[in-house]
Nanobody
Framework: QVQLVESGGGLVQAGGSLILSCAAS????????MGWFRQAPGKVREFVAA????????YYADSVKGRFTISRKNAKNTVYLQMNSLKPEDTAVYYC??????????????????WGQGTQVTVSS
């Protein structure tokens, strides 16, 4: 099992950039696929990006492709989400998640076993 804590959220103007971090503790020596999800007020949680244990495979939602980059540094037990060209519609609580099945890179939230508490990202126009 693993515990996840997100950080780096805040307020940014449209067109700006922000970097989110997710620090893992617990069974950090185990291999996990890591993902980012977000949920805006009144909307369902949606997939943003995912990365394989090795970092060699990534997958992005169409809405963020070309603007967001997911990466990880396993030596630091940390996964990152670099967000560029932010839009007001990116405003949401962002969650990181870990999937104990490291053989897949999934966009389905039910596949993920562990979740952080979330960090707020607000993009103003």
């Amino acid at each position: 099992q693993v515990q996840l804590v997100e950080s780096g959220g805040g307020l940014v103007q449209a067109g700006g950039s922000l970097i989110l971090s997710c620090a893992a503790s617990g069974r950090t020596s185990s291999r996990y696929t890591m993902g980012w999800f977000r949920q805006a007020p009144g909307k369902v949680r949606e997939f943003v990006a995912a990365i394989s244990w090795s970092g060699g495979r990534t997958y992005y939602a169409d809405s963020v492709k070309g603007r967001f980059t997911i990466s990880r540094k396993n030596a630091k037990n940390t996964v990152y989400l670099q967000m560029n060209s932010l839009k007001p519609e990116d405003t949401a609580v962002y969650y990181c998640a870990a999937d104990s099945d490291w053989t897949v890179v999934s966009a389905l939230d039910s596949n993920y076993d562990y979740w952080g508490q979330g960090t707020q990202v607000t993009v103003s126009s």
